[in-house]
């Protein structure tokens, strides 16, 4: 499939050159939006025109002219739209390919990209104060950051996942006390934590227990489990005390002053990030000589890159936007590449049952718990709607769409699909139906629209999965499956794969086509990390 689109290219190169046309630009071949426009489009005419000193559509002419000669075999026509695109249009048979690619490659190897090799990237997501249950909201970061992994893993990076636990601070001695309160039957101080789950875990509390111990354990055992449910591992659970008693954040800053970026001023120490894009500089000790926030995350930083990590993705929500700029100066002060350290912003969700927003907070006991929500709705269809939208903006997660079990339900639309693939596959099993080889079977019978649909968006999964890799973008592989599996169940509704009216031959060709389905849906829930039944 891509060595067709390389061909297509290769043949407008050689018409430009042809033409004693030279630019320096790249040639753009994308497909279009509606299919009556061809199969692929490119604006080379347009981009060319004003270098090449013609008029796009008398450009556009000529390079047809100059590559119909050239063209591959599968090219059935080219033409002119517009101001000067040129569209080709393929025979059927490229969808064959396509479809026997797939096939051949099966799940593990059709649409995997080597872009990645030999890039180590440490991914650190969700990382929630350990100060309770992740809350509902918590499930986007840990769908998102699992399925970007999964993502760059099929696209050939060498991928850790990451937890960072802010385990140091002012919180974790609120979270403390509150603990403590609640076991002695006092009342909670009114900047400490009084969810329900305090009172819960206080009456779970040994009486001899330390509160700050045992309800730090008793977090890290409830953030596993519930990621757990989810299908999330952690290669690491990276605490924050673990920088200071390694000594880490005084060798990070023994490490800037001898760079020449900290200075003193008014008792504090400043790190110079003005030096490196920053709008100002920035107090990493303060007057009283503790740390600000900022000189342990830069030796946070310091640490994944001293551990060979040659990318890092931190995964983090909207608020922290303004602190994207001081960490990035903070690396670069350090002497490493920022371009090496991408953070990705994400919207918060926005949680409805019966029509009203339920409320996410946990200092203040209105929290509904991610587990809960894991219990309710299950992890496949949890997973999906996190993954429904672009992480930078709002989601709206509807707990009574996503628990019914309805076409309005996306995962229930797309995993039914799959569930009706294996139907198929067991149907022609039980009939006896051998499959023939590829070598034996009629794929020109393959003319419906409905099967050239589906065939059509099967040949996108490559470049869709290499473009959501590229944009850190999941969403748009929930988007292809789901667009997949809606053209399936047409196909499914107007096209049978075996009985009365369908040849054998037909059959054969559409077994082939529904086998493609369920490759192309199985690579699409194993990057989402969702389940692929074969009975709903």
Same mark, same amino acid.
């Given at each position: ?15 430009? +050159? ?58 059935? @026509? ?76 099929? =696209?050939?990076? +060498? ?10 601070? +002012? ?10 309160? +609640?076991? $002695? *039957?006092? @009342?909670?101080?009114?900047? *400490? ?70 200075? @003193? ?19 990493? /000790? ?11 995350? /830069? ?40 371009? =090496?350290? @991408? ?32 219990? $309710? ?13 672009? /992480? ?92 997949? $599996? ?37 690579? *699409?829930?194993? /990057?989402? *990390? ?7």
């Amino acid at each position: 499939m891509s060595s067709i689109k390389q061909n297509l290219i290769e043949c407008l190169k050689q018409g430009l +050159k042809s033409l004693d046309i030279n630019v320096a630009i790249g040639i753009g071949l994308e497909r279009p939006a509606r299919k009556e426009h061809g199969d692929w489009s490119s604006n080379i005419a347009l981009a060319a025109a004003k270098p090449a000193g013609v008029p796009p559509r008398v450009l556009a002419q000529k390079l047809v002219e100059s590559m119909e000669p050239i063209c591959p075999s599968v090219v059935k @026509e080219i033409q002119i739209a517009g101001p000067g695109f040129i569209n080709f249009y393929l025979h059927d048979s490229w969808l064959y390919e396509v479809m026997l690619e797939a096939i051949s490659l099966g799940e593990n190897n059709f649409g995997r990209s080597e872009i990645g090799k030999s890039i180590s990237v440490n991914v650190e997501f969700v990382s929630a104060n350990p100060t309770g249950p992740l809350h509902a909201g918590g499930g986007r970061w840990a769908a998102f950051g699992d399925s970007l992994c999964n993502l760059l893993q099929f =696209c050939g990076y +060498k991928v850790h996942r990451e937890y960072y636990l802010n385990d140091r601070g +002012k919180q974790m001695q609120l979270f403390a006390q509150s603990l403590a309160a +609640k076991k $002695a *039957g006092k @009342e909670v101080d009114s900047n *400490g934590y009084q969810g329900e789950y305090i009172t819960e875990w206080a009456a779970e509390m040994p009486d001899d227990a330390d509160p700050a111990l045992w309800g730090y354990d008793r977090v890290l055992k409830d953030l596993r489990e519930t990621l757990a449910k989810m299908g999330v591992y952690f290669d690491t659970w990276y605490s924050e005390n673990s920088l200071i008693e390694s000594g880490a954040i005084d060798q990070t800053l023994e490490k800037l002053s001898s760079r020449g970026v900290v200075y @003193e001023l008014d008792g504090a120490t400043w790190l110079r990030t003005t030096a490196f894009d920053d709008d100002k500089d920035r107090v990493i /000790i303060r007057s009283d000589g503790q740390p600000t926030y900022v000189l342990p995350d /830069i030796a946070y930083h310091r640490d994944k890159f001293q551990r060979g990590f040659d990318l890092l993705i931190d995964i983090w929500g909207s608020d922290h936007h303004g602190y994207v700029t001081r960490l990035k100066a903070g690396v670069a002060a350090l002497g490493y590449d920022p371009n =090496c350290l @991408e953070v990705i912003l994400g919207q918060l969700v926005t949680l409805v049952k019966n029509g009203q927003p339920v409320r996410l907070s946990k200092r203040t006991g209105d929290m509904v718990a991610l587990s809960d929500v894991l219990d $309710a709705v299950g992890p496949d269809a949890a997973r999906l709607t996190f993954l429904l939208q672009s /992480i930078d903006t709002r989601l709206v997660f509807d707990l009574d769409v996503v628990s019914s079990n309805t076409m309005e339900n996306p995962v229930y639309y797309i995993q039914y699909a799959y569930a009706r693939v294996a139907s198929i596959a067991k149907v022609a099993k039980e009939r006896g139906i051998v499959q023939l080889s590829p070598q034996e079977v009629d794929f020109s019978l393959l003319v419906h629209e409905r099967e050239k649909d589906l065939l059509r968006a099967l040949s996108e999964l490559p470049e869709t999965i290499l473009l959501a890799c590229n944009e850190r973008a999941p969403y748009k592989i929930t988007n292809w499956v789901r667009d997949f $599996a809606g053209r399936f169940h047409g196909f499914y509704h107007d096209c049978y794969v075996m009985g009365e009216g369908i040849s054998p031959q037909l059959t054969q060709a559409r077994l082939y086509l529904v086998e493609a389905v369920r490759i192309g849906l199985n690579i *699409g829930l194993k /990057i989402l *990390g969702v389940s692929a039944p074969e009975e709903m």
